[in-house]
C-alpha cells in the first residue's frame, strides 16, 4: 500500500521509491489525544504538520475570552501558525485537537534543508502554498461579501464531513457567530 504522504505529495509532482523515501526520512510521526494542544499561543513553531487522521482546530481568544476559529484542518490537510514558522516569531494562534490525531510533521530545519536538496518539493510545497493563499483569500472575501447564512451554506457545501466532526459551537466560532444564530441557520 502507498504510504498517505505518498500519494498527497503525488498529487502535485512524481517521486521514485527512492525519492520519497528521502522525503518521509525528514519527517517524524506524532499522535495527539483529543484536546491536546498541538501549539500554544505565544510559543515559537518549528514545525509543519500533516494531518494523516483526525481534526484539528486554529484559533486565538480575544482580549473579551471569545475564541475565533480560523481554520480547521482535516486529513490530508497541512496545519501550523505559519507567520510563527516562517519567521520564527511567537505563534499568535494556538492549534489544538478536535479528535485523537495521527500528524506527520516536519522541522523548520528540515524543510529548508530537504527543498535545498530536493527542488521538486520546493516546487510542491510552492504549489501548496499558492493554493493555501487562495483558500485564505476566499475565506476573506466571504467574511466580508457573503451572508451568514450564505457562509454557513458553502461550508456545508464544501465539507459537508466537518459537521459531523466538530460541535456546532464550534462552526459558530468558525462563522463568526453566536451558537443561538447557528441554531437559527440550522432549522
Known amino acids: 500500500?502507498?504510504?498517505?504522504?505518498?500519494?498527497h505529495i503525488e498529487e502535485v509532482i512524481s517521486l521514485t521509491d527512492e525519492e520519497f523515501d528521502f522525503v518521509l526520512s525528514h519527517f517524524k510521526q506524532i499522535n495527539k489525544r483529543k484536546h491536546q494542544y498541538l501549539i500554544q499561543e505565544g510559543e515559537i513553531v518549528n514545525k509543519e504538520y500533516w494531518i494523516i487522521k483526525g481534526c484539528l482546530k486554529s484559533y486565538f481568544v480575544d482580549k473579551t475570552g471569545k475564541e475565533h476559529i480560523i481554520q480547521f484542518g482535516m486529513e490530508n490537510w497541512w496545519i501550523t501558525d505559519y507567520e510563527s514558522f516562517v519567521k520564527q516569531t511567537k505563534s499568535?494562534?494556538?492549534?489544538d485537537c478536535v479528535e485523537d490525531c495521527e500528524l506527520l510533521y516536519i522541522s523548520f530545519e528540515n524543510r529548508d534543508k530537504?527543498?535545498?536538496q530536493m527542488h521538486k518539493?520546493?516546487?510542491?510545497?510552492?504549489?501548496k502554498s499558492k493554493i493555501g493563499r487562495i483558500a485564505l483569500q476566499n475565506r476573506i472575501l466571504?467574511?466580508?461579501q457573503n451572508s451568514t447564512k450564505e457562509r454557513y451554506n458553502l461550508l456545508l457545501e464544501q465539507y459537508p464531513e466537518l459537521f459531523q466532526r466538530v460541535p456546532k459551537k464550534m462552526i459558530a466560532a468558525y462563522l463568526g457567530v453566536s451558537r443561538e444564530t447557528l441554531s437559527r441557520l440550522d432549522s
Not at 1 to 7: E, I, K, S, V
Open 92 to 95: 499568535k494562534t494556538s492549534i
Open 1 to 7: 500500500m502507498t504510504h498517505p504522504l505518498r500519494q
Open 142 to 144: 466571504s467574511l466580508l
Open 114 to 116: 530537504l527543498t535545498a
Open 121 to 127: 518539493m520546493e516546487r510542491f510545497w510552492a504549489k
